[in-house]
């Protein structure tokens, strides 16, 4: 059984009991529960239910696991013959989550 949740404002697909990264988190801390309640599919081992665009009643407990940083985006700029370039580097925060349960509603 999995779920499609919106989880700020990115659509992930969360199966119970394995680990899912989304965006950085700010306020929660590690350990904390949480509720998602904008599931926009159920699949199972029937036919899955589609929202419209949200499924009523639908809800996916997850656990905060770790706050962390990704790896390294290299962003180089460069212009021909004029001798300028320019290297920075950028690393996105980001948070995994434990999925524990999905309720049908």
């Known amino acids: 059984m ?3 949740v919106e989880i700020l404002g990115e659509q ?3 199966v119970p009991g394995e680990e899912v990264i989304v965006p ?3 306020g929660k801390d590690e350990g904390e529960n949480l509720t998602f309640d904008r599931v926009m599919l159920i ?3 029937g036919e899955p239910i589609i929202g419209q665009p949200v499924i009523e009643g639908a809800t996916v407990k997850a656990k905060v696991v770790e706050h962390f940083k990704d790896d390294k985006v290299i962003v180089f700029k460069k212009k021909r013959r004029t001798g300028y370039h320019k290297k920075q580097g950028h690393r ?3 948070t995994r989550l434990m999925v524990e349960e999905i309720f049908t509603g």
């Open 2 to 4: 999995y779920a499609i």
């Open 12 to 14: 992930v697909k969360a």
């Open 24 to 26: 950085f988190m700010d």
């Open 43 to 45: 699949s199972g081992d």
């Open 92 to 94: 996105q925060n980001l």
